[in-house]
């Protein structure tokens, strides 16, 4: 019985280093791709469920998050997936104030335009709620937007502001 358990831990432990090299490589992979690059692939990933994108993953009884590979605003973004093949690309940065706020929501949105290029629009405008802006980017023929918002996010003792960066269905954001 004690030859058997050792076999099957062995089994495991290199099963386990053999996916640990596999991620460290798409890892090496990911990070040597430009910013166009991931924004590409996050396009592209979208309606598969951003398979490559996805590490680390939380299940609740609502929706399943994992963590993400790469970052376009902040260090915590992540990949929500709920029931019927759903999946959104969200990042979040708490602000100091509205002016770095805005700051950061121009940064990604002229990265984003120079990335997507000159066939997808951008509608952009207040929020439909609350204080802060909104650039939402679509291209015709396709469920996928990209979103960037800067808005506040009042608290007990202060109102923060945060920007986010969304990749995902449209609908998905009302």
Known sequence: MNGKFSTVLASLVVLQACS???QTE???QVSALS???KIDALVAGHPKGFPNLRTAQTTSKYMDVWKARYHLVGDSCQVWGWGNGKFSYV???TEPNKAVAME???QAKEVTQQCLGESWS????ERDQGEGTKAEYSVSGRNTVVTIVAASSPT???TEWKTYYFVGD???LK
């Open 170 to 172: 449209a609908a998905d």
């Open 104 to 106: 950061h929501f121009d």
């Open 20 to 22: 640990t090299v596999q």
């Open 26 to 28: 798409l890892d090496k």
């Open 156 to 158: 007990l003792f202060a």
């Open 122 to 125: 951008l509608k952009q405008g």
């Open 35 to 37: 910013t166009c690059e």
């Open 91 to 93: 990042c979040s940065l």
